[in-house]
């Protein structure tokens, strides 16, 4: 189904903006990273924000707003600027993600599938290991990927689930590519693959395996598989509680023939970065960084009486009121602080103190955004969650945060509890 929507960016000039949830000057951004992240966050509120509701009512997949993504050069964000991207780099592409995600969740989550086989194709794989002609053929194939993204707008997806413990980073993917003449045979399932009928592309993560060997994570290959190729269905329903414009179904991959071209990293890479690029995991939160900011906005005009559509009945004098606005910047400020910082030290080989703070961003964001939304139902009371009212969806669609493996909310407390406890190899034998 596609909407009966034609605003586009030029229309901001009638839209008032919001100020940017991390200000340039008060972040030590550059004017370049500002310029970035200040296009997301115009075509968020002056567009996105009013499409946003059909999407989730309707559970279909935002395709108008791909196109205007494409239009201002937001599906190119991290393509390097010789193959004319922007060119952000980790912390840029996450505040924009931040500012998509405050005005329509599902976009900047599939946004964010999208613009990681970029990110990890891109900036992230330049700062990991490969021989000379390895990388010489890396950046050759690359070019073929971006110059699709960049001049037909072709959409790439990241469906990597399974429903067993290889998308959690335990087993190595049951996805399977068996090498043959010119590249592999893919088979296998992948549910929640967002994008799902709606991506030019599937970035699928499986395992490289030849007859009668056994399955390494080591040999995990990621490959961008196009959806018209034959094999590939998409099967089951969606109608799920939050994130519904994502559309998430299941992708089967039977006998499909990928060519060589088709791989986003070179063999062993993927494996090399999961090891040496942990943040590459923490791209699922800045969507859920701007949910907890639309919490807070919402919560703030309701109870000045400003909310569009809603009489202009201030609530702001109650001293309860104040007391839970209070609460929520103070949480909505410490979720920010450490996500800004876990963003700003991605890089490779991180320390052990990094890793640990990017697990407690990850967590602190996911499990923050609902509670905030929360608040700010029961602060602003019964007819601030109606469905005319954008407040419940944002309640619907933060509760998904804490779910996104590998890192959910609970792998997250795992992962530190222990890695607090052990170092590396470490045993109680
Ligand atoms: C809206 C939405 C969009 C999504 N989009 C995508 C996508 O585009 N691509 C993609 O690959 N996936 C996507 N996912 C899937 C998501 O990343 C998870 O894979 C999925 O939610 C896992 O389903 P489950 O909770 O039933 O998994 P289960 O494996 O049954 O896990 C249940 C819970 O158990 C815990 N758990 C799992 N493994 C372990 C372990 N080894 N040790 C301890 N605890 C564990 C976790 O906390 C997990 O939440 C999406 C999910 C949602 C909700």
Known sequence: MTMQVSKTIGTTDKVALDAPIFDPVAFRLSDEQAGIITRAREIGQSVFAGRAATYDREAIFPTENYRDLHRVGLLGIAVPKKHGGLGANYQTYALAAAEIGRYCGATALTWNMHVCSTLWSGPLADDLDMDAETRAEHERRRAVHYKRIVEDGAIYSQP??????????????????????????????????SLSGHADYYGVLCTEIEEGEKASRRNTLYLAISAKSEGVSVVGDWDPLGMRGTVSRTLLFKDVFVPEDSALMPRGVYFQAAMRWPHMFLTLSPTYMGLAQAAYDFTVRYLRGEVPGMPPVKRRMYPTKQIAVAQMQIKLEQIKAIWFQAVTEARANPSKEQVLRAYAAQYSVMEGANELAALAIRTCGGQAMLRSLPLERIYRDSRCGSLMLPWTAELCLDRIGREALYETGETDD
């Open 160 to 193: 990597f689930s399974e429903g067993g413990a290889a998308a959690a980073g335990g087993v190595a993917f049951g996805t399977e590519a068996r090498p043959v003449e010119g590249g592999w045979i893919v088979n296998g399932k992948k549910i929640f693959a």
